[in-house]
């Protein structure tokens, strides 16, 4: 009953490194999200995929990207951090129907140095 | 495009006190509504939903109508308690769009014993 599981849950990067964020879901669900929550900013989506091998861009997308090789799985990548990459990371999942609800992982908390 | 519009906090309250946190939306067609609740450290979690017009979600307490003529979705209890301390979302989502939820910014309420 995991639902959807986020690794790592913190990191600490200098400016300039790469990483990968690790997002998997064990329900089945075609739509899978990448959120970004910053005080007072609210959630912000960074990229979405509406099923295995799409991608595409959401509202703040510069700096990241994103694959979806298999269906449970979600990767946010940050090719060069930069400090106002600094933020708390959620990933969602959801069913292809209306009125289904999100499910989201625990977060990801990053800071970039 | 779509946007949702909740009242600013930080609402603080005493026990057992009454409960509304606002919540209006603009959406095109007929979006499904939703209140996520996100406890600290936590991922934002389902508390309640409505799919269509004048329906009345309702969790722990907690109730909200779909009111499409006003186009809001006020969130209601009639007695806090501490353990409701938490940050509360409102948030729309359209299938059509795949499946992307529009959140509002937040609202932290803190219960005080």
């Known amino acids: 009953n995991a639902g959807v599981t986020q690794t790592p849950k913190f990191r600490v990067l200098k400016t300039g490194q790469s990483m990968t964020l690790l997002c998997a879901q064990d329900m089945n669900h075609e739509y899978m999200y990448w959120y970004r929550q910053d005080p007072g900013m609210g959630l912000r989506l960074i990229h979405y995929?509406?099923?295995?091998?799409?991608?595409a861009k959401g509202e703040v997308p510069d700096g990241y990207n994103v694959s979806r090789l298999k269906k449970q799985n979600f990767l946010l990548g940050l090719e060069s951090a930069a400090p106002s990459q600094t933020s708390v990371y959620f990933c969602?999942?959801?069913?292809?129907?209306?009125?289904?609800?999100?499910?989201f992982g625990q977060g990801t908390r990053l800071t970039v140095v | 495009g779509d946007s949702v519009t909740q009242m600013e906090g930080p609402v603080t309250l005493s026990e057992e006190a009454f409960l509304t946190i606002n919540c209006t939306y603009t959406?095109?067609?007929?979006?499904?509504l939703f209140w996520y609740v996100q406890y600290p450290g936590e991922g934002l979690q389902l508390l309640l939903k409505a799919t269509k017009a004048d329906d009345k979600g309702s969790n722990k307490g907690f109730e909200a109508t779909y009111r499409k003529e006003t186009t809001s979705f006020h969130l209601e209890k009639g007695s806090v308690q501490v353990s409701d301390s938490a940050v509360y979302f409102c948030a729309l989502s359209r299938n059509t769009n795949a499946g992307k939820s529009t959140f509002g910014d937040g609202t932290t309420l803190t219960v005080k014993p």
């Open positions: 995929s509406v099923g295995e091998g799409t991608t």
């Open positions: 969602a999942s959801r069913q292809d129907r209306d009125g289904q609800e999100a499910f």
């Open positions: 959406a095109t067609g007929y979006p499904s």
